[in-house]
């Protein structure tokens, strides 16, 4: 079947290019609504990456979090116009130890795999999982952002040692919102802190048990354990806040992206026996397991509505660039594209 692929072959340029999708390849084929923009596409649509990086990257189709309506499926498992969600992952093994968005093997869509910016997509049967359609598109278009952050949180619970009276989360930003809302539904029990840099942001975390701006912490707030996920060379300053303000043998998630080394106080880490894990990515699982959390915990989808930024349909070139610039400027929030309209 003849497709239409969208990418991005400089920065703030896409050009159309075509490809055949195989209906005899045994794979879903899903027709993309709701893209959501993430860091990762803003890093190579503006080109901030290194040359050499983009050099190996590009041509490619951006987007890694969005859902669409299935168009053909030869498995059986879904209707023609079932909503699923497109997982971004792909893994080409199984590891038993090493989960599938660890293995170096795995591919990831607009990370030199083509994204989701196409007329349709052709994905395995296990790269979808369902949504219910009472989940608004616009919210549940981001599900990929907020797999992260369950399965950092899966990570976490796995990882760190049973005090937890109190959390600290660093960056008050999509990702840092969203790691704040589930780990309050999942450790209820647990004093939430969050550490950020604008008041009005650090607002919309009512559910908090409390709020600082990094710039005035009190020397005698201590953490048992913390999220790190503010990222870029904002990131240094982050984790050392942490590496201060935690409680010997506390765990630190590293969830920021940073295109360059970030420096530590690694004697500190030493003498606090500081555990220190990175989580990129996610999983079938914690898809599933997040789909799970939007049903278990209604008035999560309310929270996440508060993070839904500019809707911006899009109908040509034009209108994409319209919406990746718009997320460039915006304050806050996710930008969603209204695709294939
Ligand atoms: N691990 C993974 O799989 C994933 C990682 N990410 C990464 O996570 C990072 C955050 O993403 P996202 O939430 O979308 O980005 P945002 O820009 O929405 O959030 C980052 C927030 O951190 C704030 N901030 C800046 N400096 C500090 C500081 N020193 N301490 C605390 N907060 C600070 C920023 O404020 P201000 O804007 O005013 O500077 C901003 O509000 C990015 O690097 C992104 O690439 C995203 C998705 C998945
Ligand atoms: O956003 C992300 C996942 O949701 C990851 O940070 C992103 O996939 C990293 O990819 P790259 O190495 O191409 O920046
Ligand atoms: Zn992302």
């Known amino acids: ?22 209906l005899h390849a045994g794979q879903i084929v899903v027709r993309p609504t709701h893209l959501s923009i993430c860091h990762a596409d803003q890093r190579y649509y503006q080109g901030v990456r290194p040359a050499e990086v983009l050099k190996e990257k590009l041509p490619m189709a951006l987007i890694h979090e969005g859902l669409g309506e299935v168009l053909y499926d030869p498995t059986g498992t879904y209707q023609c116009g079932d909503t699923v969600i497109m997982i971004p992952n792909t893994p080409c093994e199984k590891d038993e130890v090493i989960a599938e968005n660890y293995l170096r093997s795995s591919k990831f869509r607009a990370s030199g795999f083509d994204g989701f910016m196409q007329e349709h997509v052709a994905l395995d049967i296990d790269r979808v999982v369902p949504v219910d359609d009472s989940i608004d598109k616009v919210i549940a278009a981001f599900t990929e952002l907020v797999s992260v952050s369950v399965h950092a949180i899966r990570r976490f619970d796995s990882i760190a040692h049973k005090r937890r009276k109190a959390v600290g989360i660093w960056g008050d930003g999509n990702l840092g919102y969203i790691t704040a809302i589930f780990f309050k539904a999942m450790f209820p029990n647990t004093k939430l802190y969050i550490l950020g840099v604008d008041q009005e942001k650090l607002s919309g975390f009512s559910f908090a048990d409390d709020t600082f701006s990094v710039s005035d912490i009190p020397d005698d707030l201590y953490i048992d354990h913390a999220f790190e996920c503010v990222g870029g060379a904002a990131s240094q300053q982050a984790i050392n806040q942490i590496i201060d303000h935690i409680q010997p043998e506390g765990t ?31 999983g079938r699982e914690d898809f599933l397991k997040t789909v799970e959390l939007y049903k278990e915990h209604p008035e999560i989808i309310g929270y996440l509505r508060n993070i839904v930024g500019a809707q911006v349909e899009v109908r040509s070139i034009e209108d994409m660039n319209k919406a990746f610039e718009t997320d460039i400027h915006k304050s806050m929030g996710k930008t969603i594209m209204l695709w294939n309209k």
Request: aromatic share 10%; proline share 6%; glycine share 6%.
């Open 1 to 22: 079947m003849l497709n239409t692929v969208y990418r991005l072959v400089a920065p703030r340029r896409f050009e159309v290019e075509f490809n055949d999708i195989d």
């Open 252 to 282: 630190i998630s590293i969830l920021g992206v940073s295109e360059y080394p970030v420096p530590i106080n690694t004697r500190m880490v030493l003498e606090k026996g500081l555990r220190i894990f990175g989580s990129s990515r996610s």
